[in-house]
């Protein structure tokens, strides 16, 4: 770990003010990704400014019936929020079977969006990596690529996202609020995140000194049920070789609204508007819900070591959809 000057921040125009004049300055939060890429080496801000001060850690319900979740609640808080497990169940669900309890004591939700990826060439420095090193080259190419993507690849990059919370709020169709030097803004969750394609490095929208302050879910139908399902290889603090968020509103056994996320199989949590189409209107069926995996599947561009993530991210998918069509009104 290389040296660097540490800020405390109190307030959101503080720690925007500190991290301004600071090029590449980072903020910290719980954590539990910076630090570790810091003592590897891969991050070497000079900058850190902790944002652990800030007031952002509310979870609130919005006058339209949705709910604004403060970049610093931690993710256990998250978790176990009532209404989080009554309404967004899926949420709640990703979350717990993320990490460990002491790291979800700590994450936060602002970091959870913003986790960079774990593939292991990233992650050591002496490996070529276009995310890490721009220009250098992508190791897993032609190296042991069993935990890697297999949507939304590019000859550049073919690292996963990691996070499970991202994906349930991409499929609860989540907005990111962020505020930073060129103002203040609303990005829908689906624009947030960036595909590798030749500049892997931008993983999403925000600019030097951006800073997330809140994320917000809108409300949910009547009749809305969700689940969040998740292979790994251990049963525990385990990161996703498939994963599939579903949100689904029924009428009887009639599916009139559904939306669809996968992890564990993407360089971004992956919305699947084409598996959404293939479920809405039609009945909550096996033959459709596999018609809809075969679907969301169909542009996938599978490796060497990760082919078999195609007919596993299918089958959790089809599992997602029994699980959440059946549940209890």
């Excluded at 080496?41 to 900058?47: A, Y």
């Excluded at 604004?68 to 309404?87: C, E, F, P, Y």
């Excluded at 579903?246 to 939306?259: C, F, P, W």
């Excluded at 996938?300 to 599992?319: I, M, Q, T």
Aim: with cysteine; aromatic share 6%; proline share 5%.
């Amino acid at each position: 770990m290389e040296a660097f000057q540490f800020i405390q921040a109190k307030t959101v125009d503080n720690a925007l003010d500190a991290a301004r004049p600071q090029a590449g300055a980072k903020f910290v939060a719980g954590g539990t990704t910076l630090i570790d890429l810091m003592k590897l080496n891969v991050e070497r801000p000079k900058t850190v400014v902790d944002i652990n001060g800030l007031p952002l850690t509310q979870i609130e319900s919005t006058p339209d019936g949705g709910l604004k979740i403060g970049a610093m609640v931690r993710n256990s808080d998250l978790a176990h929020d009532a209404t989080v497990q009554k309404r967004y169940t899926v949420l709640s669900e990703a979350l717990l079977s993320g990490a460990s309890p002491q790291l979800r004591n700590m994450a936060t939700t602002g970091g959870n969006l913003l986790q960079r990826t774990r593939c292991y060439y990233f992650r050591d420095t002496a490996y070529a990596c276009n995310k890490r090193d721009p220009g250098s080259g992508c190791a897993a190419i032609d190296g042991f690529n069993r935990i890697h993507a297999i949507l939304g690849t590019s000859e550049h990059c073919i690292a996963t996202h990691p996070s499970d919370m991202a994906v349930a709020m991409m499929a609860l169709e989540a907005t990111v609020i962020i505020q930073g030097p060129s103002g203040n803004r609303n990005v829908p969750l689906n624009e947030f995140y960036l595909l590798p394609g030749s500049t892997p490095q931008k993983e999403n929208v925000l600019a030097p000194g951006d800073l997330i302050t809140h994320a917000t879910l809108p409300a949910l139908p009547d009749g809305t049920r969700s689940h969040y399902l998740k292979l790994r290889d251990r049963a525990s603090y385990e990161f996703a070789l498939a994963s599939a968020a579903v949100v689904v509103t029924m009428d009887g056994n009639r599916i009139r609204r559904a939306r669809v996320a996968l992890g564990g199989v993407a360089t971004r949590p992956w919305r699947s508007p084409e598996a959404e189409r293939a479920l809405e209107n039609r009945e909550a069926s096996e033959k459709n819900f596999r018609a809809a995996a075969e679907v969301a599947l169909r542009g996938a561009k599978p490796l060497h070591d990760n082919a078999f993530k195609v007919e596993l991210a299918k089958r959790v998918l089809v599992r997602s959809l029994k699980v959440a069509t059946t549940q209890a009104s």
